[in-house]
């Protein structure tokens, strides 16, 4: 056992001891400095009810500038943020560990590691969408990608013209929008909301970086948007509106 936490200690970076309990550990790496450690610390000990000593500790962390420590802080707690009502669901305003997890079951990013999601979530923005609202409309330039987090949206082609095809459907743990990002093409087509949706935006200077540092993740597009096209294709060859329209 002494061998593994010394290896532990050495790839970590964390001196646990022989018999710490996981609570104690928690409760050191809130003093790391660190805000994102932090918070996945928050996160971790919030699984658990927080009651004691834990929960005063917790509790110091409401009050603090990081956005990121204190949004976790109150999530431990399951105390409502100021000026949100806690009735609100995760669905509608998720939290640092939700987002990384919704990012991790999203196909282009199936490669990546926990610190690099959890980059990548700090740097998305949350849209909610009701019914019928628009996420983005064709001829719009590109200006993110978008990643669902909850609901389901129509891509619907030729939208306002009377003769509007719906080209497919986008659901939880998918995403759309980075075609435009990577031609530099206006939007092929719109997107609308067919049910309340929670939306994470990753803007388009961010994205473009993300692809250039990780070869994979295009590789993982194309596929995803081969997987579209052969969808699309059956779509279309089966409908007869469409066949009529030629």
Known sequence: MEEKLTLGN?????????????????????????????????????????????????????AVQNEIVKEAAYWALKEPKVGTPFQQSSQVNPNL???VQSIRSIPIFGNFRVQELIAIAIKTLTKRLAKGEIAVREGDPGDALYLVLHGELAVIKGIGTGREIILGRIGKDDFFGEMALIDSEPRSATVMAESDTVLLVFGAEDFIKLIKEYPIMPVNISRMFAKRIRLLQKRLLGSKGFEGSE
């Open 10 to 62: 050495k790839k970590v970076g964390i001196n646990v001891l022989v018999g710490e309990t996981p609570e104690k550990i928690l409760l050191r790496l809130l003093e790391h400095d660190d805000p994102v450690t932090k918070a996945l610390a928050l996160y971790a000990l919030g699984e658990a009810p927080v009651t004691g000593d834990v929960k005063n500790a917790v509790s110091g962390y409401l």
């Open 97 to 99: 560990f939700e987002k």
